[in-house]
């Protein structure tokens, strides 16, 4: 039997102060999610955590408050850096650690590739708490004698499988040796997956971490409702133009490559579809006015490459659509996330090609549960059947196109 007097889990509790209890009470933080109700009282404390957790789950929160109280309190001497693999993921960061600590004179400095170079020179100039950077601007910052890392006493790794996916390792590991030892600074990662380049980066720069975790490995959010048609590449567009007919809400499409964000955006906009595309052919600043008219409303249908993926944070997106299903089948995980945030229902619809089976299969392996197949009274086809020479080696993971290069720059 439930008790019905049972209370819903609070900030109080965890270890933060009455003043910042004040902040995030005013921007309307009440009830930790669970990733902040775990992580935050470890690392408050000084402890170096492991955070496993998919996105939408609230890990912003999670290391800043305790590395902006540890700051301001002087329990940590020095700065803080907080890494991230995305521009836009270091903006929406950025952010949230200004609403935190903005009120408390706590400034922050914004170091991504894209923009002016000088006008973060000025920020470094007005000696901030925080640093918020991607990889490869940082260094050449660091190169230009415009900021030094060994004062640095938290640092934090956000979406750490993401940058190593993107090719960022050589340039943690030039961060790494710039830092103070690890014994001599917290260090907070935060990861939906742990691979084992994840491992190494813990045992060697990190001392004896807490692990905390909201959800098994690469599982898919609860609340967010899959399906999948299987469709011929040339009715793709078609299908997805019936989709879209059957929701009034705001869509995020997701494609495997630039050109095919491009061309299915205009598509979109042919048939009538307010839409607007992100991927890494676009400007930061033309990124940012898209994501922005996005969360606005100005654009219902925001197509998206995986490469752009990450710094959407947006609230209240009912479906994302999977045109192209991802190159790295763990990327799954990331894009249906985008939806079904904060406990709200979504929903993922992800369209398949008839050769992709292995991919399919694949996918379910990392959800660890299969997906739903819906029919097309035109549109939909059968999944071939399996080769008798293929059967029994599905574990192995054969493609149907060749994977892209990746980019250590963006």
Known sequence: MTDSTEQRPSFEGLGINETFLKVLSAHKFVTPTPIQHKAIPVAIVGDDVIGIAQTGTGKTLAFGVPMLQRLHGGQAKGI???????RELALQVDETLQKAGGPLGLRTAVLIGGENMRRQVMQLRK????LVATPGRLLDLV???QVRLDKTAVLVLDEADRMLDMGFAPQLN??????????ERQTLLFSATMPADIVTIANTHMRTPVRVEVAPEGTAAETVEQEIY???KEHKVTLLAEILQQYT????????????????????IDMGHKAAEIHANKSLAQRIRALDGFKRGQYRVLV????????????GIELVVNFDLPDNSADYVHRIGRTGRAGHAGRAISLAMPDQR?????????????LPVSKHAQLSVELPAIPMSQRGVMGGRRRSYPRRPRFNRR
């Open 80 to 86: 803080g850096l907080v890494l991230l693999p995305t």
């Open 127 to 130: 000696r901030p708490h925080v």
């Open 143 to 145: 190169e230009q004698g």
């Open 174 to 183: 030039r961060i790494m040796h710039l830092l103070p030892p690890a014994s």
């Open 230 to 232: 299987i469709v011929r």
């Open 249 to 268: 809400g705001s869509v995020l499409v997701f494609t495997r490559t630039k050109h095919g964000a491009s061309k299915l955006c205009k598509y979109l």
């Open 304 to 315: 998206a490459t995986d490469i752009a993926a990450r710094g959407i944070d947006v609230k």
């Open 358 to 370: 292995s991919d399919i299969r694949d996918i379910e392996r990392i959800i660890r549960k299969p």
